[in-house]
């Protein structure tokens, strides 16, 4: 797979990664809730999911605390 681009946090970035399991582990995130492309997928959740060109990423920490 080539280099693609897509929306990750707002910010259009450059990524060679193939799927979302891929992208959170290379930028990062851990437990978190994703929000790709207007669907919302719980933490350690479709992982698995492809990457495409344009593709948007947002992803929302979880905190715990009490």
Known sequence: M?????RYQSKV???SVATLGAL???MGARNAVVEM???FIP???GL???????DSIE???IVGGG
């Open 59 to 61: 992803v929302f920490a």
């Open 48 to 54: 698995d999911r492809p990457l495409a060109e344009g």
């Open 24 to 26: 959170l582990a290379e």
């Open 37 to 39: 492309n207007g669907d």
């Open 43 to 45: 933490p350690g959740k």
């Open 13 to 15: 970035i450059e990524t």
């Open 2 to 6: 080539g280099v693609m681009k897509i």
